[in-house]
């Protein structure tokens, strides 16, 4: 079956990394996505992985896909109070197809 | 480019009401869909369109409809709206032919009596 779990709730402090954990249980997901939803906006698409790839990095976002345990990370290095929003990971089974969403992380900043 | 826009913001409908929640776009995107949004889970697809004159259901099709009549415009239609589909909507289109990369709008806050 599909199915996309994450943690509602994580608070971190300006300045220190936060990390946001997804499991899903489709071995047959072939794109993984972070979305970043911010107060009383549409989901903004901030990176994806192919699953044939361990790790990719943009800028201060590190994405971390363990296939075998069926577990994304999406880390912020240096967060700051505007990266304060909700984060979602989602999943497809190939390139193009419709995406699976997990419940989404509610990522708190405090200075 | 205004990107994804929808209308209304917020509304309100009671019981056995129908309504039309308006979404476009000015990216000449092929792919576009409606989501809802419920507390404690993610989106849920309610239908898509592939290109104008198509359209198919999603994973939450049940008491709306849709239509693509042209490129740019893709509403969504409650029939008769029930407290069930209280809910946040959101349209969505892909610079892709499919669901990679989507663009949100967004969203309309809708509240059934």
């Known amino acids: 079956g599909e199915d996309v779990e994450q943690s509602l709730f994580l608070s971190v402090r300006e300045g220190d990394s936060s990390v946001i954990n997804c499991t899903y249980t489709?071995?047959?997901?072939?794109?993984l996505y972070w979305y970043k939803q911010e107060p009383g906006a549409g989901l903004q698409l901030l990176t994806y992985?192919?699953?044939?790839?361990d790790m990719k990095q943009d800028q201060r976002l590190t994405v971390l896909l363990n296939k075998k345990d069926k577990h994304l990370s999406l880390r912020i290095a240096d967060t700051q109070t505007g990266d304060s929003a909700i984060y979602f990971c989602?999943?497809?089974?190939?390139?193009?197809?419709?995406?699976?969403f997990g419940q989404g992380t509610e990522l708190s900043v405090k200075p | 480019n205004a990107g994804v826009t929808q209308t209304p913001k917020f509304q309100v409908l009671k019981t056995g009401q129908s309504m039309t929640l308006q979404c476009a776009q000015d990216?000449?995107?092929?792919?576009m869909s409606w989501y809802r949004q419920d507390p404690g889970m993610g989106l849920r697809l309610i239908h898509y369109?592939?290109?104008?004159?198509?359209?198919d259901q999603g994973e939450v099709p049940n008491g709306y409809n849709v239509s693509r009549s042209t490129t740019e415009d893709f509403p969504l239609r409650l029939l008769s709206a029930a407290p069930s589909q209280t809910s946040v909507y959101f349209c969505?289109?892909?610079?892709?032919?499919?669901?990679?990369?989507?663009?949100f709008g967004p969203g309309t806050r809708l509240t059934v009596t």
């Open positions: 969505a289109s892909s610079e892709t032919s499919s669901f990679h990369e989507q663009y």
């Open positions: 489709d071995s047959s997901s072939t794109y």
């Open positions: 992985i192919f699953s044939n790839m």
């Open positions: 989602a999943e497809s089974k190939r390139q193009g197809g419709k995406l699976i």
């Open positions: 990216m000449n995107h092929e792919y």
């Open positions: 369109s592939v290109g104008a004159g198509i359209t």
